[in-house]
């Protein structure tokens, strides 16, 4: 029988048979925390009836679902799935004898039409609520209100407890790639190194997930499936992995942000982000470590001087490489009181000479350098795109500019056109 077990007040395992525990954390405080002690009933009551069958579709749907990457991918999944779970739920409510009003298919669904009478326990609503199923309860008069995936920002964090599982098996999925295509950018979108975060999952749940994503990284690249890892992060709680990370600096580049030297500006444009200062300490501690740390000055507000200032002191505590990119479109004085105002009469302005080991150029006779490689062919949609696909029949020659990103620093690996 389908079991869950509970770590911490938000935090649960589900387990079942001998397959291995998926982890659930709720959003404290919504109206799925709350209830999830019903929740759990309506779940094991319908494993009660149903048996193994049932208790496979579950764990198999969860775990399924935190696999999926994109709302696209979670949207797709679901709408998959909600068939399978209305055949479940019918055999559930016929057996318990419940006032079923059906499941109408949106193209049926009225203002009158519910699942279950107000008097009866909502289990099957309850149910699909916790397994994210929008496309059945949508717009249904149940009295629940259904939440919002994302989590609010500045306000919660929505910690990928999957993630270095996903990360192995795509690792693995793409190792036949050219090496140049097999380089990786971590916290693109998000920080991975979050104070309060990590505390929380350490001592909730025992665990590490940066540490756990950076060890599946090592385990590739020792096993001959080699990746490049940009990791990018403001926080001084990278520090906590000095040993992880210098062990990997054949293999990791530490990205850190610094885009203001002024403390007082710095308050105006990251708010809770580390001081410069504890940054700075960071860059140097991981230097003398001997990891390759690149100044990621993005987006820079100000002036070249601003730029060459920043670079100057950080190359002093030890960075390698020099990144920035202006966003000087948007009028400067707006954005640090928090408002964007575009400033029509100017450009995005790039100061090309003060990259260093960032992907400028290399130049021969007066003209880049140039190499012939394999690339993925790019479908455009609006303003998206993706690859048209990841095997070796789906990439195509490409004449490419041969960039200097300092790989040939730390190790001696062929990247390609990256060196």
Known sequence: MIAFKQNGKFE??????TKNPLYISLLPN???SKNFDSVISSIQAMSEIMGKVFDDYIYNFVNGYQKCDTEDERYAFLNKNVNKTLQFSTVFVSANNINYAGFADETQRTNDSIFFDTKDIIKIIKLSQALKIYSVVLNTETGIDLENRRAIFGEEVKVKLWIAEKLDR????YHGLPQHLKRVQVNVATEGYLPRAMIKVKKELGRDIM????TVFRKHWQEGNQWMVHLITKSHMVQKHLDIISAMRDQVQLEITITTLDESRRKQIECL???VKRRLEIMRKFADAGVFVRVMCMPLIGTRKDAEEISAVCFDHGAKAFKHKGVNYWDEKALLAGETVKDSGREDEVFDDLLLKSSELIFENGSPKK???KMPVIIRSGKSKRWQGYKKEDLREREMSIENSGYADINNINWGYVV
């Not at 795509?170 to 999925?173: E, F, G, N, S, V």
């Not at 540490?211 to 950076?214: K, R, S």
């Open 30 to 32: 919504n109206t799925i």
């Open 170 to 173: 795509d690792l693995k999925k």
């Open 371 to 373: 190499l012939i490689v």
């Open 273 to 275: 982000a580390p001081s």
């Open 12 to 17: 649960y395992q589900l387990l079942c048979c």
């Open 211 to 214: 540490a756990e994503v950076l």
